[in-house]
């Protein structure tokens, strides 16, 4: 692998176009970092299941789960009652925990695209 990178870090522009050496550069990176983008996810997929029934177990025992049923069964598009509901879910919700479950669904999201971009150099063998 490490030859291989060598060799076309040393091809000059008249052989390859930059285009092709770009993307095997991006191909090998891919290659070489398959075990951390493989660690990060399953970290992250974890995190997102514990923050999610924490979050979940929270709603559920401080009566939060009926609010938030009342908001969307009485839900109009208005700029009063999105701004009413958002005030009503900040005094309900913990703050942290909705923002670091956000922040694991972008992040899941991310890894994602990267997985599906680079599917088939990701489950080489």
């Known amino acids: 692998m490490e030859d291989l990178f060598t060799n076309f870090q040393n091809l000059g522009e008249k052989e390859v176009p930059s285009l092709v050496i770009i993307k095997a550069r991006r191909r090998i990176l ?23 029934s924490h979050l979940l177990q929270y709603i559920i025992k401080s009566g ?14 208005s700029l009063d009652y999105l701004s009413n509901s958002l005030l009503g879910l900040k005094e309900v919700l ?32």
């Not at 970092?33 to 923050?51: E, H, K, W």
Request: hydrophobic share 60%; no cysteine; glycine share 4%.
């Open 64 to 77: 939060a789960l009926e609010v938030i049923r009342v908001m969307f069964n009485d839900f109009e598009f």
């Open 30 to 52: 891919i290659l070489k970092s398959r075990p951390y983008i493989y660690g990060a996810a399953l970290v992250l997929i974890t995190s997102l299941i514990f923050v999610a």
């Open 94 to 125: 913990p703050l942290l925990e909705s923002g670091l479950l956000l922040a694991n669904i972008i992040l899941v999201i991310g890894l994602l695209k990267v997985f599906q971009r680079y599917r088939h150099d990701l489950l080489k063998i």
